[in-house]
C-alpha cells in the first residue's frame, strides 16, 4: 500500500525529479586489507578456519565493504550459509517423486520442511544482524540470534535421521551437502558468540504477587488474563466442538482457517472431548492459543508410531511451528504403547512457545522439544524411555513429571537432550518441578555430544536411581555433556552415589544455577517460580 501510493505522487507530481542514490565508493586497498586482517581473525580460532575464510570471502564481494565491522562479516557469512542451504533444498527436492519407499518419502519431505525451517531461522537471524548494524539493537541482546541459529544448526541432523529404517542411498548422497551446511552455521554460532558474548546481569528478584503470573516475556501484560480466563469469559475467535455446536468439529479444520501470520493473539476453544486427530500447525500459523476446558477433558489423542512407518518427526499426534503457541487445559495424547517405541504426543518447533495446565502423555518420546524457546507450567508429562528430548531451550516449572511401565530390556529415562555444539543456547531446565516414578528411573541419557540438563529444586522420588543418570553409549559425550543438580530433594536426590563423569556438576553456586532459570536461560524476565519452597529468582 505505501509503495502504491508514493508510485501515486510521483504520477501527480511530474516535475519533481528525485535525487539518485550515489553508488558506494569502491573500497580503498587499506579497506581490504583492514577487512581481510579482520576476517582471519575472527576465524582463527573456527574449528574449520580456511572454509570459514573463505566462505566470508566469497560473499563478501557482493556486499559494501567500506564498512570494516565484525557485524558485516557475520552478515556476510549467514548470506553465504543461505546460499549454501539453497543448494542443499534444491538437491533434496528431485528426490520427491524418485522415490517409492514410503518411509524414504516421507524422510525427504521432512527435510525439505526441516530446511525450510532453517532457511527462515537463518534469514531472521539476518534480520537482526542488520539491525545490530544499523544501530537499532542493542549488540549485547543476543538471545534471539543465538536462538535461532541454535535451531539452525540442529535441522539438518533431524532430516538424516528421519531416514533410519530406509537403505540409506538417499541419505548417503544428501549427506555431504547437509554436513556443509551444519559447518557453515557452526561457524557462524561461534563466531557470533565469540565476538558478541558478554557477562550477562545478575537476576532482578521479583516478589511472588497474584498480579504478576511470571510470564516469559514473550508473553505481554495484556494476554495474562487469557491464561487463567474461563473460556467462557474471554474473547475467543473460533469454537470447535464435536457435537456440532462450535463453527469446527476438528481441530485442524479449525488451524487451516486460521490467519496466516497473525500479528494479534487468535483464540481457538476447544470444547470438551476426545478429538482423534493429528494436529499440524505450520509455521506460517503465528500468535494462535489453543484452549480446552481441562487436562482429561479435552484430549487430542494419535497413535502414529515409528513401527508403522512413520519417522520419529511425523509420528507427532500435535506439531506446532508457528512462532508465539499458546496451549492451556489439554491434553495431547499418543497411545501407540511402548511395544511401538517412539511415538510423539507433542512437537514443537514454535519459538516463544507456552503451554500451561496440559498433559503430554506418550511412552517412548512423548514430548518432542525439538528446537527454539519454550516454557512449560502445571504440566503433567508421562512416558518410559527419552520421553522429554530435542534439542530445544526449554524450562519446566511445577510440572510433575510421571514414568510408566518400560518393556523389559528397557531402562527408563525421562530426558535425553540433543545438544551438538557448545555454542547452541539449547538445553533443559526442569526447575521447581516433581518426579513421580513408579519405576526404577534415570534422569537422563546424552543423545548428543554436548547434551544439557539440569534439575533444580525439584521433588525426586524414592525410585529415582541412587547414579542419576544413565550412559547413552559407553564413554560417549561423558566428558562434553552439562548435567547439573541444584538444590533437589526428596527420597531420590541424594548425591552421595551420584555418576562421577567429568560433565556431571553438583551445583552449589546460586549464580550459577541462576544462568538456567526463565529469566536468563530463555530470555524471560525476572520471577519467582510458582511453588511453595521458599525460591527467590537470584537462588539466594
Request: proline letters at 5%.
Amino acid at each position: 500500500m505505501a509503495f502504491s501510493n508514493l508510485f501515486l505522487l510521483l504520477l501527480i507530481l511530474p516535475s519533481f525529479t528525485p535525487l539518485k542514490a550515489l553508488p558506494d565508493p569502491p573500497p580503498s586497498q587499506e579497506n581490504i586489507k583492514t577487512m581481510q586482517t579482520l576476517i582471519e581473525q575472527t576465524c582463527s580460532n573456527m574449528a574449520h578456519p580456511k572454509s570459514c575464510i573463505s566462505t566470508i570471502q566469497s560473499e563478501y564481494k557482493h556486499v559494501a565493504t567500506h564498512h570494516n565491522t565484525h557485524a558485516m562479516i557475520i552478515h556476510a557469512a549467514i548470506k553465504a550459509t543461505m546460499n549454501e542451504l539453497q543448494r542443499a533444498i534444491e538437491m533434496v527436492s528431485p528426490f520427491t517423486s524418485l522415490s517409492y519407499n514410503p518411509r524414504e518419502t516421507m524422510a525427504i519431505g521432512d527435510c525439505k520442511e526441516l530446511l525450510d525451517y532453517s532457511m527462515d531461522e537463518l534469514g531472521w537471524s539476518l534480520a537482526e544482524m542488520e539491525k545490530i548494524r544499523s544501530g537499532s539493537r542493542r549488540k549485547q541482546n543476543s538471545g534471539n540470534l543465538q536462538a535461532w541459529l541454535s535451531a539452525a544448526l540442529s535441522n539438518q541432523d533431524t532430516c538424516l535421521e528421519g531416514f533410519e529404517g530406509t537403505d540409506g542411498r538417499v541419505r548417503e548422497y544428501i549427506k555431504g551437502s547437509l554436513e556443509q551446511v551444519t559447518q557453515l552455521v557452526s561457524n557462524v554460532l561461534e563466531m557470533f558468540n565469540s565476538i558478541h558474548s558478554l557477562p550477562l546481569k545478575p537476576a532482578r528478584n521479583v516478589s511472588r504477587s497474584k498480579k504478576n503470573p511470571y510470564f516469559p516475556t514473550w508473553v505481554p501484560p495484556e494476554e495474562w488474563q487469557l491464561v487463567g480466563m474461563a473460556p467462557k469469559a474471554m474473547h475467543v475467535d473460533v469454537v470447535v466442538a464435536l457435537d456440532g455446536s462450535g463453527r469446527y468439529r476438528s481441530i485442524m479444520e479449525a488451524v487451516n482457517h486460521a490467519p496466516d501470520h497473525s500479528r494479534r493473539r487468535y483464540v481457538i476453544y476447544v470444547k470438551k472431548g476426545v478429538y482423534r486427530e493429528n494436529v499440524e500447525m505450520k509455521k506460517k500459523k503465528m500468535n494462535i492459543m489453543l484452549v480446552g476446558d481441562g487436562m482429561g477433558a479435552t484430549v487430542v489423542t494419535g497413535s502414529r508410531n515409528f513401527m508403522q512407518g512413520w519417522t520419529t518427526f511425523r509420528t507427532a499426534t500435535f506439531a506446532v511451528s508457528g512462532p508465539g503457541f499458546i496451549a492451556r487445559d489439554i491434553t495431547f495424547s499418543n497411545t501407540a504403547g511402548p511395544e511401538n517405541h517412539q511415538a510423539v504426543a507433542l512437537r514443537v518447533d514454535s519459538d516463544k512457545s507456552a503451554f500451561f495446565r496440559c498433559s503430554i502423555e506418550g511412552h517412548q518420546d512423548t514430548l518432542y522439544a525439538h528446537s527454539l524457546r519454550q516454557f512449560y507450567r502445571e504440566c503433567n508429562i508421562y512416558g518410559t524411555i527419552d520421553f522429554i528430548f530435542g534439542n530445544g531451550a526449554a524450562v519446566l516449572q511445577d510440572c510433575k513429571i510421571f514414568t510408566r511401565k518400560p518393556l523389559p530390556y528397557q531402562k527408563t529415562t525421562i530426558t535425553a537432550q540433543g545438544r551438538k555444539n557448545p555454542n547452541q543456547s539449547t538445553g533443559f531446565s526442569i526447575q521447581n518441578s516433581y518426579v513421580y516414578a513408579s519405576y526404577p528411573t534415570y534422569l537422563g541419557r546424552p543423545w548428543k555430544q554436548y547434551s544439557r540438563t539440569v534439575f533444580m529444586q525439584t521433588y525426586l522420588n524414592y525410585q529415582v536411581r541412587p547414579e542419576g543418570w544413565l550412559e547413552w553409549a559407553g564413554n560417549f559425550a561423558l566428558n562434553t555433556l552439562y548435567y547439573g543438580e541444584y538444590m533437589n530433594y526428596g527420597p531420590g536426590s541424594g548425591l552421595g552415589r551420584r555418576v562421577r563423569w567429568p560433565g556431571y556438576h553438583i551445583i552449589r553456586d546460586a549464580s550459577l544455577a541462576s544462568f538456567f532459570t526463565v529469566g536468563r536461560f530463555i530470555d524471560g524476565r525476572s520471577w519467582l517460580p510458582a511453588t511453595g519452597i521458599s525460591f527467590t529468582v537470584g537462588l539466594t
